[in-house]
């Protein structure tokens, strides 16, 4: 019996690309079954099963893969809480902030309440940095930008990770909760 090397190359990626319809048990049936013949074949159609099933498995294929194995279920993203302090100054230059905090007598300090799909320390960066997106929109909180001290992971370290709506109405309900307290405190 006689192969012709591109035939045995092209046949060998079909299958596998076939098998990968299969998950990952299609591909090590496909890796067995070549073991087991591998023997059988002359010293150029060994290199060239060999070479083929290199370049395969180190090219792109665990992408395909992984691509036909989870293709409608990607990853929800997880939002986290955060509260940055403000410099006292903000209350009294800011009177938009004045007015959404009458109940502020001064003795606790300025917040900001925010949400993220990245780190709190990622996302205080980028207000105080004034970061942009690819579309060019400002991502940073002006009041955060200008007034923005540092992180206070003391007032959010306990809330996890969680899904969108869910960090919005815990955002509102932490703002709500530390004006309560007696902070003075601003959030989107």
Known sequence: MTFSLATLSGTFK????????????????L???????FFRMDRMIQ???LKTMVDIFTSNFQELLLGNIFPRYPM?????VYVI?????????DR???????????????????MTSKTPQERFNQHKTGYRNAKGHDLSAAIV????????????????????EEALA???????????????????
Do not use: H
């Open 145 to 164: 930008k200008k007034y923005g001290l540092y992180l206070r992971p003391s007032l959010y370290q306990d809330i996890g990770p969680m899904g969108r």
């Open 14 to 29: 079909s299958t596998v690309l076939k098998n990968a319809f299969l998950g990952i048990d299609g591909s090590v049936l």
């Open 170 to 188: 815990v955002e509102k309900g932490l703002t709500l909760e530390l004006r309560r307290k007696g902070y003075a405190v601003w959030s989107n």
């Open 31 to 37: 890796a067995a079954a070549l073991f087991f013949t």
């Open 76 to 80: 929800p993203t997880a939002y986290r």
């Open 96 to 114: 938009k902030f004045r007015e959404a905090n009458p109940q502020f007598n001064g003795v606790q300090q300025c917040l900001y309440v925010g």
């Open 85 to 93: 302090e403000l410099s006292r100054k903000v209350f009294t230059e």
């Open 47 to 49: 290199s060239c099963v």
